[in-house]
Nanobody, 119 residues
């Protein structure tokens, strides 16, 4: 199992970034996938989730600004982030839904991708 996140960077408030995650080693198309983030000194939190069908769910703080999508033919998921705020600064990870509380999946975090929102 492997997750490889990319697309992070430094952006000014109000800007946009598009994160990508390439997954391998499991049946991607049958799993609900979640983007998580962890800011310095804070717990990792769930940001956005996409079901195999494409149905999505967002934490309130990113609703209307972030869009999650997936391509089951390429085993990838993306997170389009618009109207970025300083509080979005964090390392972003992808994994299956519920990974933090699952003994197996929490062993398979990727390296994450750093998003920094600053002027």
């Amino acid at each position: 199992v492997q997750f490889v996140e990319s697309g992070g960077g430094l952006v000014e408030p109000g800007g946009s970034l598009r994160l990508s995650c390439a997954a391998s080693g499991f049946t991607f198309h049958t799993h609900t996938i979640t983007w998580y983030r962890q800011a310095p000194g804070k717990e990792r939190e769930r940001v956005a989730t996409v079901r195999p069908s494409g149905d999505s769910h967002y934490v309130d703080s990113v609703k209307g600004r972030f869009t999650i999508s997936r391509d089951n033919t390429k085993n990838t998921t993306t997170l389009q982030m618009d109207s970025l705020k300083s509080e979005d600064t964090a390392v972003y990870y992808c994994n299956v839904a519920g990974a933090p509380n699952n003994e197996y999946w929490r062993k398979h975090w990727g390296q994450g991708t750093q998003v920094t929102v600053s002027s």
